[in-house]
Each structure stands twice: as C-alpha cells, then as structure tokens.
C-alpha cells in the first residue's frame, strides 16, 4: 500500500518543517533512514533508562528536590529534541535516497507506539508522585498515559479505516511542550513543579488539562469526522461497522483489564510499583497497536483477541483474587519482563520477515543478493 500522510499543524508546517529541511542536508546519503529512526528509539531508552536510575519510584523530584543531578535534565531537554528531530527526517531522508519501504513505515510507527509510552513515564519524574504537598498521584499518571496512548491508537485506528495517517496536532506539541519542560527544570530547578502558577494551580494541572481537552475535544473528534468524511466520500477501506471498530476491541480489553487490576489489586500493586506497572502497560499496549499496524498495512483483518489479552487476564485474576498474595509484585516483576522480551522477538521476526521479503536490509542502503 502507498504510503500517506496529511500534517495540518501549523507549528510543524510554519516552524519545525523548515528546521528539519536544514537538518535533514547534513544527513549522509549512504545512511539507511531505518537507523535514524532506531538511533532516536534508543536515546529515548537510554533517556528513560538514565531517569529511572536516579528516580526509580517517581520522588525523587518531590520529597528531596537536587536528587536528580541538573545534567539529566538538560541531557534529557537534548534527547529528546534529537529523538523528535530523527522521527520527522526519517522519512524525508527515505524518499530523498529513494529507500521508502513498507518496512520503513512499519519501523517507524512500530517503535513509535512504544516510544510514546516511554515518553510520557520519563516526564513523570519532572513531576514527581503525591507526596501531601505537591506531585501527581500514581492513579493521574495511570490514566494520563492511557489518554495519550488512547491519541496514539486514534490516528491509526483512523488510517486503519481511510487508508491515510492524519497527523495528530498533539505529536508536534507534546513533544515542543517536553523539551521546554526539562529545558526549565534543569535551569530552575524541580521547585519550579511545586509552586502554584496561577489561581492556586500548578504547572502539572495546567499541562494535564490541556492534554485532557486536546485529546478530547480536538484529536477524538478530528478523527471521527475524517472517517465520517471518507463514508460520505465512499473511500472507507471497510464496509461493515463491525469491520471498522474491529481494531479498537483489543485496546479497549487491555485498557479494561489493566484498570480491573490498578483498582482491585490487593497490594495496592500502582502504588507499590508505578515505573513497572506503567513500562508493562505501555509495552502491552505497544505490542496489540504494531498488530494493528501491520494490519492496516497489508489489508488483512485484525483478531478479535490479541494473544496477550489471556495471559494478562489470567495474571489479573490471580492478583485481584488473592492466589498471588504477597508475590504480586514479583509476579508483575516476571510478567514484565517476559512481556517486554516476547515484544521485542516480535519485532525481530517482523523485521527480518519483512526485509527478506523485500529483499532488503534493515539498516542498510545496499540490496540483498538474491539467492
């Protein structure tokens, strides 16, 4: 299928496009677009990895502000600006060494889908968890990152339904709004989080407000009328309702059976264990949303069930009904990792599947030979 993708946003047509198209000419020709997206993928990691050695359980920033050294913070200011540059030349340098793969898009919103999680758990620690005074409770950044992978699976949901990615305005400026987050923090300081802005809110209410609204009010409904838009258009890939909200059952079920956990966990399991909670929550979503991906990529049709939905309700069963008892959180320990472990086989065997058939390599320019 023919890549296609529409950006409306001002900030990224007015502004950051222009950035890219400077940066993108320092950009050697004989680089493989594949390696910029995963070279941004891992200093996201790496990122992410280096936040959570200082702040393993989000208080670092509340309780004693100066844990978390200065430098990470401006590191993570540069992290990211460099993740948010590589994700929007990647596709430029493509079609500007002629290499536009399916696998490329795959690639691409593959690692982005998980990415988008790792985001949202890093800037967390700018924030740091309710401690009484100030901070955001464990429950606020379950359901934040939910809205936010909720986004995510919109705008995919949608080109599963129109054949054409509409960019979410939120990308743009969620990612402009994290780079100035860590940018003021590493130069004032965490108190900065801590001191009412305005009318006795803080900075964290203004920012979940308007993620809330944005998603709400501005992404959800964008996306419903460009798929009410191509029904009337008669351009919709699928005929039936049910085909079309195929893809959405999944998500949905993993969002209802994570929540059944948050809120009947014995051991309170969010609270004891946020960063692993939420790493598991964004890696399963991540997993079910690359199914759908390549899905909307090959015209074929989603299962109703994604496989992990079974051992997660299993697990869930045994947590909230006390079989676990006081080996909850090493069970969630396990279930992490085999779930982090099986997601990155997948991508291996997608991606190898895919360059074979394609005869083409992952993270080079240079064509296979055929056998």
């Known amino acids: ?26 950009v050697p020709l004989w680089i493989a677009p594949n390696l910029l997206t995963f070279s941004g993928f891992v200093m996201v990691l790496f990122n992410y990895f280096l936040i959570s050695f200082y702040d393993w359980d989000y208080t670092a920033s509340g309780t004693s502000p100066g844990l978390v050294p200065t ?30 793969t399916p696998l490329g898009e795959l690639f691409d919103h593959g690692l982005d889908s998980w990415a988008t999680s790792i985001f949202v758990l890093s800037f967390f620690s700018v924030c740091s968890r309710d401690n009484g005074k100030t901070g955001v409770s464990v429950y606020t950044m379950y359901i934040y990152l939910s809205i936010v992978l909720f986004n995510f699976m919109c705008s995919h949901w949608e080109k599963y339904n129109t054949g054409v990615l509409f960019l979410p305005w939120g990308y743009d400026i969620s990612q402009v709004v994290l780079i100035a987050a860590y940018l003021l923090t590493g130069t004032v300081g965490v108190e900065v989080w801590q001191k009412p802005l305005l ?26 009328y460009n798929i009410h838009r191509a029904h009337l258009k008669k351009t919709l890939k699928n005929d039936s309702l049910y085909e079309g909200l195929l893809p959405l059952v999944s ?39 690359c199914k759908v991906i390549i899905c909307q990529m090959s015209s074929t049709r989603p299962e109703l069930f994604h496989w992990f939905l079974f051992p997660l309700a299993l697990m869930v069963y045994a947590a909230i ?51």
């Open 71 to 100: 430098w990470v913070w401006l590191f993570s200011a540069f992290t990211t600006f460099c993740a948010y540059a590589l994700d929007s030349i990647d596709g430029k340098h493509a079609r500007r060494t002629q290499s536009s």
């Open 321 to 371: 009904s006390g079989l676990l008892g006081s080996m909850e959180e090493a069970a969630l320990g396990v279930f992490t990792a085999l779930l982090t472990a099986a997601h990155v086989h997948y991508g291996v065997c997608v991606g190898r599947q895919l360059s074979e058939h394609l005869n083409i390599y992952i993270f080079s320019l240079k064509k296979r030979v055929q056998e």
């Open 199 to 224: 009318f006795g809110y803080y900075i964290t209410d203004v920012l979940v407000i308007l993620l809330v609204g944005f998603s709400l009010f501005l992404s959800f409904p964008q996306t419903l």
């Open 251 to 289: 998500p949905l079920l993993l969002f209802v059976l994570l929540t059944v956990w948050v809120v009947l966990s014995p051991s309170n399991i969010l609270a004891k264990q946020p960063r692993l909670f939420l790493w598991m929550v964004g890696v399963a979503f991540s997993n079910v949303i």
């Open 1 to 26: 299928s023919q890549y296609s993708a529409v950006d409306t946003n001002p900030l990224s047509v007015y502004i950051m496009q222009p950035i890219w198209n400077k940066i993108i000419k320092i």
